[in-house]
């Protein structure tokens, strides 16, 4: 479901689900976005923030990283940052520092500056990928930073 496609109570309802998420009422804003689980990427990274957390429900892995792939699948760049996450952590799903690395650059494809800066360590860490400070330069600046670290 679209944000176009949206009748004007479910638009209320929506934002009255972002705004109990925003506001920590993490067990309204569960009952008021779990509606747009299906087909919304914004609800779904943020029931997935919820299931991973424990908040306004009963901590679910399984069902954190089911919301974070298909919000990060759908191409919403902090869900995708989120994915990446999971995977480099090994948080809700196995650790895997290949689909890691794919995840944070779809992101920061789009422009997103955590995921910029992440990709820019592990290169310069030779975290998952091997050592290499110009690529690492290029993210770093690419994220706004003039150096390295």
């Known amino acids: 479901m679209k944000q176009t496609d949206r009748t004007d109570d479910q638009?209320?309802?929506f934002s009255s689900g972002v705004a109990a998420f925003e506001a920590?009422?993490?067990?309204?804003?569960?009952?008021?976005?779990?509606p747009f689980a299906e087909t919304d990427a914004q609800a779904q990274h943020m029931l997935a923030?919820?299931?991973?957390?424990?908040l306004g429900t009963v901590e679910n892995?399984?069902?954190?990283?089911?919301?974070?792939?298909?919000?990060?699948?759908?191409?919403?760049?902090?869900?995708?940052?989120?994915?990446?996450?999971?995977?480099?952590?090994?948080?809700?799903?196995?650790?895997?520092?290949k689909k890691a690395i794919e995840w944070f650059e779809k992101a920061a494809a789009q422009g997103l500056q955590g995921s910029l800066t992440t990709l820019?360590?592990?290169?310069?860490?030779?975290?998952?990928v091997?050592?290499?400070?110009?690529?690492?330069?290029?993210?770093?600046?690419?994220?706004?930073?003039?150096?390295?670290?």
């Open 24 to 34: 920590k009422h993490f067990s309204r804003a569960m009952q008021l976005l779990s």
């Open 11 to 13: 638009e209320v309802e």
């Open 61 to 97: 892995p399984e069902q954190a990283f089911k919301m974070m792939q298909a919000s990060a699948e759908q191409g919403y760049p902090i869900a995708q940052h989120g994915l990446g996450f999971m995977y480099m952590q090994g948080e809700c799903v196995e650790k895997d520092s």
């Open 120 to 128: 820019a360590m592990m290169y310069e860490q030779g975290e998952g």
């Open 130 to 149: 091997e050592k290499n400070l110009e690529k690492a330069k290029e993210l770093y600046q690419a994220a706004g930073f003039d150096d390295l670290g």
């Open 49 to 54: 923030i919820m299931y991973q957390n424990g």
